[in-house]
């Protein structure tokens, strides 16, 4: 029934448009009847009736359903229009599809990056209990928790329901004996651990209650990507034995692929074991427990936050020297990801970069469609006469917009599948970038079709209401002759052009200023050679490497076996390498009285070989570096850089001096033999912190760098390395072979990329404003032609016309810049509190930029102008 | 178009009612409805085009009006508009309820005249 009524519609609006013809008919004749001749008749009876076509779309719409009709045949309307204007139609659906791609494709990245999906049930009740740092550190708020305040957490049920603990970022070796050992990162977990989350392996099983007990503990549940990976995804992998650590361990379920959480994605999962020993009080001086916690029913995250602060104050109240100014703060274990992640404030940056080319994107566009409406005066001007309301042009005008805008859309996503592919190939510096899942899913997807809905209103909704606003008369009457004719019209145009330009600049300046930052942090002098090294981590496990003599003996054979590499110069290992954050204790130093608790003197703890100084180019300033007779028998001995003398102990008198570190273990005196030059402390800050130098011999560890310095490639050094390092040990994994300059690379942590990314943005924002700069121009030159012509006429030569339509092409960009530059101003202090660390500000940017913006601009005018100077003033005014 | 003032605007659904109520005495075609209004109510209510067509087919689509191919009484082809069965039954009760409002109103206008109180 239905569908016949759609299909009889149309002998319906002929119906109507027959009784209306007989009806006009009719009433001529009659009239013709009374002697009125036909001419009159045929008019009386037309002016009599009123508007036939509104008449009949009244009648017609008595059958539509409200508009809907109407409007898919405005719509096909529109498409023919576009149809016939492709230059116009293409150039507006491109601009609109690059708006919308970047936007798409950046939003990608925060859907992934900021909006995590949070494995299991309820993930909205899961709950991190984070220690909160007295100092000054990168996120004091996400410390790890000690053994024993976890405990005191997981004893208060009545607000956290069920607590878990997990040590994460473990290194450990994979395999061995007849495999190649790999060097994994895993978590040690509490058996209730999957419970938080109420999610269970995807084969086999989690975790049991009492498998954290010595003895039970040697079971692993692995993740789906490591399963895939080394194991070819064989559902047999449950039930067999693995060698982890040198020892077995039996796997017992792999987890599904979506149990990731961002930077906490290990390879595996082994039960951890707290021991009696955990419960000491010195224990709490190892803060490396994440806790994560179901609330209880009922129990907001404030009120567990005051609760965690509350059991943290109560810590410190009894253990004053340990606890005394750690803090505690409760997150909601998505935000905390988030927060840990620490990206947000980057996103937040190419989020508006990306905002402000859509929005210059749709400027143009907006500019395109109100040229095009002012082509179209008569046209409008004709169908408002014919009898179309204002509301059904304007209308019609959005919908033209709309249809540009969803070509836009649907082409933009075409180039967002392409972006996110770019994206996803871009980012994977790290291993922990490389594993954040970037895919253009339903939210991106949704994303980008608000997108174009906002394209289609911002560009269109300013043209139709303008265009709507005709004066029949006028606009049927005028023939071109008008010769500013415009004006009005020209000067919408030119604010919008002149706020394209200023959001251009904007965006120039912010990416001048993180450029410069960014480059001048990658090109700073780090104060060591970075060239012709390779380094690799080794981590010496408790089984075969108990202690510190066993410890030092390894690294001793090792370092004697890989100088029989030919082409290697020098050969050293070192508890952290140069520039990359070393950790930092407190010092003391004799005949120096400490300073009060609350301004703890610290410095930077690194334990070397004697070769060290020498393969990394550290140069000594005063007094002697380490040797190999610094040994576990020799006095204990020491060596600070420059800021460690300058800010601790003055000129002059530093070798001689006896400094003693607060370490684990008894803490001794170490006389000072050298002063040496700093290097930065962390590649990616400026600031350089005091630091002591101990020879490894006197201090061993289970953990360091091996750097080795060659005259060849530091890749062709690889092979010999693994292989002596097998020769002494075949279980014994390497961790991240690279060369040194790889290392720095990483560090960056995407930087560079960022910084690109944007200045893309930015050179895009810079093109479009050029495009809407010369269409303005273009534009007026067309409508001033004649206008022109007549100046020409009365004597105007091409140089004065050239120089008018400049000056109004450089007025709009001066003005647009001033507005940019004074909103640009305070960018520079902006980035400085958000990137901590590294320093934005550069004057020099803000000129720079204005420069490139006016060459810009007048290029951009160039075009039009010469064309004005063409001008034939007897062509010009014949013109109508 | 100018108007004549003495002509008011009809409430709602009085167009409807005498459309319905003219096509009761016969089928006819557009003009003819219109001009049999006109002068039926001996030119004191003039319906205008710009209404009369909406509004039959408004009532076609009630299915309270049909339409089928025809000649005008000039011999022109048009459309003769009939009324359904379901029309003659709206125009009853739309008629009797519109006689029951008619009289209220004539009643309240009545009391409404002090020297006849």
């Known amino acids: ?880 | 178009m100018p108007r004549n003032p003495d002509h008011r605007d009809l409430f709602a659904g009085a167009l409807e009612l005498m459309i319905l109520h003219t096509l009761r005495l016969k089928p006819m075609h557009g003009y003819a409805l219109a001009k049999h209004i006109k002068h039926a109510s001996d030119q004191l209510l003039q319906i205008e085009e710009g209404s009369l067509y909406p509004a039959l087919q408004r009532l076609m689509r009630a299915e309270l009006l049909e339409s089928e191919s025809g000649v005008s009484a000039k011999g022109r082809p048009t459309r003769i508009y009939r009324l359904t069965d379901a029309g003659l039954r709206h125009l009853e009760q739309e008629t009797s309820s519109f006689e029951k409002m008619f009289t209220g109103i004539t009643r309240v206008l009545a009391t409404s005249r002090p020297q006849e109180a």
């Not at chain 1, 090109?523 to 060591?528: V, Y």
């Open chain 1, 1 to 880: 029934m239905a569908f016949w009524k759609l299909f009889s519609r149309r002998r319906r609006y002929e119906d109507v448009s027959v009784s209306i013809q007989e009806h006009l008919a009719e009433r001529a004749e009659e009239l013709m009847e009374e002697g009125v001749p036909r001419a009159e008749a045929e008019r009386r009876a037309r002016r009599e009736f009123g508007n036939v076509t509104l008449v009949e779309q009244r009648s017609r719409e008595a059958w539509q359903w409200p508009t809907i009709e109407s409007i898919l045949a405005d719509v096909r309307f529109a498409v023919r229009q576009l149809v016939k204007v492709p230059g116009f139609t293409v150039t507006a659906v491109l601009t609109l599809a690059l708006g919308i791609a970047v936007n798409a494709t950046m939003f990608s990245m925060v859907s992934a990056f900021l909006m995590p999906h949070i494995p299991g049930r309820d993930p909205q009740r899961v709950v991190v209990v984070s220690a909160v740092s007295p100092y000054d550190n990168f996120l004091p708020d996400t410390y790890r928790v000690s053994a024993p305040n976890y405990e005191s957490i997981r004893a208060d049920r009545r607000v956290f329901a069920d607590t878990a603990a997990m040590w994460n970022e473990i290194p450990g070796s994979l395999g061995g004996k007849d495999e190649q050992p790999e060097a994994i990162q895993y978590e040690a977990v509490t058996p209730n651990y999957f419970g938080i989350f109420g999610v269970s392996p995807e084969l086999g099983r989690g975790l049991q209650p009492g498998e954290d007990q010595p003895g039970r503990d040697h079971v692993v549940v692995i993740s789906h990507a490591l399963w895939a990976r080394r194991y070819s995804s064989n559902p047999a992998i449950v039930g067999k034995s693995i060698r982890l650590n040198r020892e077995d361990y039996t796997v017992v379920g792999v987890m599904g692929a979506d149990f990731r959480l961002m930077l906490m994605t290990p390879q595996l999962w082994t039960p951890l074991t707290l021991t009696p020993a955990d419960q000491t009080p010195d224990a709490r001086r190892t803060r490396k427990l994440m806790v994560l916690a179901r609330l209880a029913p009922g129990v907001t995250v404030q009120q567990a936050d005051a609760e965690a602060k509350r059991l943290a104050a109560q810590a410190a109240a009894d253990y004053p020297q340990i606890d005394g100014r750690w803090g505690a703060s409760v997150r909601i274990l998505k935000d905390y990801l988030v927060h840990d992640f620490h990206i947000a404030q980057a996103m937040a940056v190419m989020m508006t970069a990306v905002g402000l080319v859509l929005l210059i994107a749709c400027a143009n566009v907006s500019g395109l469609l109100l040229t095009r409406a002012a082509g179209r005066q008569k046209e409008l001007a004709i169908r408002a006469s014919l009898g179309a309301s204002r509301w059904r042009i304007v209308r019609q005008l959005f919908l033209e917009g709309l249809t540009i805008a969803l070509l836009g859309g649907a082409a933009g996503l075409g180039l967002t599948w392409g972006g996110v592919r770019l994206m996803r190939s871009l980012l994977t510096f790290t291993y922990a970038i490389a594993t954040i899942p970037i895919r253009l899913d339903e939210k991106v997807l949704l994303f980008a079709m608000g997108a174009t809905l906002l394209a289609a209103l911002f560009s269109s909704v300013a043209p139709a209401v303008k265009a709507s606003r005709t004066d029949l008369n006028a606009d049927l009457r005028s023939e071109g002759r008008a010769a500013t004719a415009g004006r009005n019209r020209n000067r919408m145009r030119a604010v919008q052009v002149g706020s394209e330009i200023a959001m251009a600049l904007f965006l120039l300046c912010g990416t001048g200023l993180l450029t410069r930052g960014v480059y001048s942090l990658d090109h700073q002098r780090l104060g060591f050679r970075e060239d012709h090294l390779l380094t690799a981590g080794l981590l010496l496990d408790g089984a075969k490497y108990p202690d510190g003599p066993a410890q030092a003996r390894f690294v001793h054979d090792l370092l004697s076996r890989l100088h029989l590499i030919p082409g290697l110069e020098d050969v050293a290992v070192t508890s952290n390498m140069p520039a990359t954050g070393a950790g930092k204790v407190p010092v003391h130093i004799d005949g120096i009285a400490d300073p009060p608790p609350s301004e703890p003197r610290r410095t930077e703890t690194v334990v070397v070989t004697p070769e060290f100084f020498a393969a990394s180019g550290i140069a000594a300033l005063r007094g002697r570096t380490f040797t190999d007779h610094d040994d576990v028998n020799a006095p204990r001995v020491a060596v600070v850089n420059q800021r460690f003398m300058q800010r601790y102990l003055g000129e002059g008198d530093a070798v001689g001096r006896r400094v003693k570190l607060e370490v684990a273990g008894t803490p001794q005196w170490d006389q000072i033999v050298g002063v040496v030059a700093d290097v930065k402390s962390y590649s990616e800050e400026t600031r350089v912190d005091p630091l002591v130098y101990e020879p490894f011999a006197q201090r061993p560890a289970n953990q360091f760098s091996v750097m080795l310095r060659g005259q060849a490639d530091p890749d062709s050094m690889i092979a010999p390395l693994r292989q002596t390092v097998a020769a002494l040990d075949a279980e014994l994994p390497l961790m991240d072979v690279m060369s040194m300059e790889r290392v720095i690379d990483q560090q960056r942590n995407g930087d560079p990329v960022f910084v690109e990314i944007l200045g893309t943005f930015a050179g895009l924002a810079l093109l479009l404003s050029a495009i809407g700069i010369y269409g303005l121009i273009a534009y007026s030159v067309r409508q001033r032609t004649q206008e022109f012509g007549i100046r020409v006429a009365l004597g105007a030569n091409a140089r004065d016309i050239a120089g008018m339509v400049l000056r109004e092409g450089i007025l709009v960009a001066a003005i647009g810049s001033a507005i940019g530059l004074v909103l640009a101003l305070p960018l520079g202090r902006g980035f400085d509190a958000m990137f901590p660390g590294i320093h934005f500000s550069s004057p020099g940017i803000y000129p720079a930029v204005l420069l490139v913006m006016i060459v810009v601009a007048v290029g951009a005018t160039l075009a039009p102008a010469r064309r004005a100077m063409k001008v034939d003033p007897t062509a010009a005014l014949r013109i109508e």
